[in-house]
């Protein structure tokens, strides 16, 4: 990281660069409600930024939903895929962040818990090479709130993870970027951050240019 800009700034998907948690939300109660089970808020808000394998063990009893918890998941990402085809709800400043950043040659990676399909229906509406690496839920052995995937985007981008930023919508996601030695941005969303994090948090990306972000680290 230079005094202005970071080596590369690591992304999570789900609730950061795209309001697809609503999306899974809806689906989650469909599922549930579809296997004769009651589900709530409080479940859903319970789940955001988890590995979604760990997501669906918690659906499987909460639910209840008597499937196999890859099932699940399978099920879950059927209902946000088709509805992330038909829009993709961008977070307000985000596609005008990647866009200074790559103007700037600052390199980005995705690091979402969702598994690959999804991810690539996201991407596919951002122009290619937006990404220079893409961790997805389904490529990792453990996810978040273990460092693994945010050490894998790194090291995929050649980059040492102290000179990065990430940025996080969750505190699964904050905990996994601080325990991988990454400054990370919370970015209030749908879960409080307030308390959960040591690092910045603001309340969206809009205005933010690519030299905010070593401020905004440094700043706490």
Known sequence: MSDLLPAAVLWDMDGTLVDTEPYWIACEYDLVADHGGTWSDEHAHALVGNDLLVSARYIAEKGPVALAPEVIVERLLDGVVARVREHVPWRPGARELLASLAAEKVPCALVTMSW???????????????????????????????????????????????????????????????????????????????????????????????????????ST
Do not use: N, W
């Not at 090479?129 to 453990?142: N, Y």
């Not at 000179?163 to 990454?182: F, L, Q």
């Open 116 to 218: 690959t399909r999804l991810a690539e229906a996201v991407l596919g509406t951002l122009p290619a090479g937006t990404f220079g690496a893409v961790v997805t839920g389904d490529q990792v052995r453990r996810g978040k709130p273990h460092p693994e995937p945010y050490l894998e985007a790194a090291r995929r981008l050649s980059r040492a993870p102290g000179d990065c930023v990430a940025i996080e919508d969750s505190p699964t996601g904050i905990a996994s970027a601080a325990a991988a030695g990454i400054p990370v941005i919370g970015v209030q969303h749908l879960v409080p951050l307030a308390g959960r994090t040591g690092g910045p948090i603001v309340t969206s990306l809009e205005g933010l240019s690519p030299f905010d972000l070593v401020a905004l680290t440094r």
